[in-house]
Structure formats: C-alpha cells, structure tokens
C-alpha cells in the first residue's frame, strides 16, 4: 500500500562525503518535489521534476543536485554535506491534471545527520 | 515578512475543550489553503484543505477569509490524539490543477491535549 517511499529512513554521513538520498513512488504522478525540514522549521521546498523538466527553487544552495531517471524515482543528491544540512528530507508527489492537483502526498522522510 | 505566519504555540488545552488556531499569508496571489498535521519525527499528512465557504470535517472546521488573508482551524471536543503540530499551508497553485508549484508551510502550532 506504501505510495511514496523513502530511503533510506535515516542517514548518517560525514562532514565533505557525498551522499544520495531516495524517493520512489507507486502513483505515477507527474510531480515529485523534494523539501528540507529543520528542526522546529517548516518543510522548505529545495526543487521539484515535472516529468522530466527540473524546477529549482532561486535559494536553494549549489550543494543540492536531483535527479529523475523515471517516472517512478527520484534522487537528491548533496554533494558536500555541511552540518547546516542535517535535516529532515520529505518527497512528495501530485498529478496536476487529476482535477487534485494541489494534493501532495508526502513520503515518510529521511533523516539525515551529518558527522 | 514571512510568507505564512503562525503562533507556534504550545497550546495546552484540557481534553473535551475546543482550541482555535490561526494563520496569515503575505501572497495574495495563493490559490488553495490547506491544515496539515505533523505529529513528531514524521512526515506532514494532509488534514483539510480550506474553501472560502469554509468546510467542515468531524470535529474540525477550518475557515478562509480571503480579503484578510487568514486561515483558521477550529477543533472541538479535543482527544489525546489531537495532540500534534498543525502546519498552515498555501500554494499558488488552484484546488482544479494544472500547475506544479510547491507548498509554502507555516512553522506550526503545537498542541498539546492533556488527560
């Protein structure tokens, strides 16, 4: 039943050491977003693939790369972790032509700490 | 001016009572409305979106005033289970679809519901 899954749940990763979190989803909606959550902050959006067209949000650091190989998956990848990065990751999806597109679903997040 | 504004609380309110919860949005441009519910270490889950005619569910109305930009959330007979963060949320993009825009969360509300 699982429709946007995450992994993987937490991650631990040193200062400087690339690392790729994972985001795979059941529902074949066109849109998957990622967004970063501190604590005590609201989820921020980072990016967003339509199909196949990648949308960056004007603020979010150079550090921050995605990728969508499929309809199915998407990655983030941060390339040099800095502790100012630990935070919680959330996917989410929504199909804008479903007559709900403004519904997201959110996957469970991943956790990340960076040593 | 942040974008969605929200008194983070906490909230502690006896079980059985009934709490209100506001927020404020700066984007007059925002389409759709929503409350989301965070409970601790989790991903957000969608509670309710929120219509100008205002709309209820169970024990939770929500309310939009569009000309003053706020939204608010009213729980009655609160339950233990009620106890978690409450996130406004608004999104440029309408409740019919079409669009691919990200949410802008509030910081949230913390409710705690005591026995």
């Known amino acids: ?20 979190l994972s985001c795979s989803q059941t529902l074949n909606h066109n849109v ?10 609201a ?9 196949k067209d990648f949308n960056n949000e004007a603020d979010t650091p150079d550090n921050f790369q995605s990728r969508r190989p499929n309809t199915s998956f998407c990655f983030l990848d941060i390339r040099s972790p800095g502790l100012g990065d630990a935070a919680m990751y959330l996917c989410a999806t929504s199909s804008p032509t479903s007559g709900r597109g403004d519904t997201q679903y959110f996957g469970p997040g991943t956790r990340l700490t960076v040593l | ?13 006896p079980e059985g009572a009934t709490v209100a ?14 409350w989301y ?18 709309n209820e569910d ?5 309310q939009l005033n569009r000309a003053s930009q706020y939204i ?33 969360f509030g910081k949230g509300t913390h409710l705690i519901i005591q026995p």
């Open chain 1, 32 to 41: 998957m977003y990622w967004y970063q959550q501190k604590s005590s902050q």
């Open chain 2, 1 to 13: 001016r942040k974008e969605v504004e929200q008194d983070p609380g906490p909230f502690n309110v």
């Open chain 2, 21 to 34: 919860f506001n927020c404020t949005y700066s984007n007059s441009a925002s389409q759709s409305f929503f």
């Open chain 2, 58 to 62: 169970g024990r939770f109305t929500a």
């Open chain 1, 43 to 51: 989820p921020k959006l980072l990016f967003h693939y339509y199909d």
């Open chain 2, 37 to 54: 519910r965070q409970d601790c270490r989790k991903e957000p889950k969608l509670l309710m979106s929120v219509y100008s005619s205002g």
């Open chain 1, 1 to 20: 039943d699982a429709m946007v899954i995450q992994n993987p749940r937490y991650q631990v990763t040193q200062f400087g050491k690339p690392v790729t």
């Open chain 2, 72 to 104: 608010s959330l009213l729980i009655r007979d609160s339950k233990l289970s009620d106890s978690a963060t409450y996130l406004c949320v608004v999104s440029p993009t309408n409740y019919s679809g079409g669009g691919a825009d990200g949410l802008t």
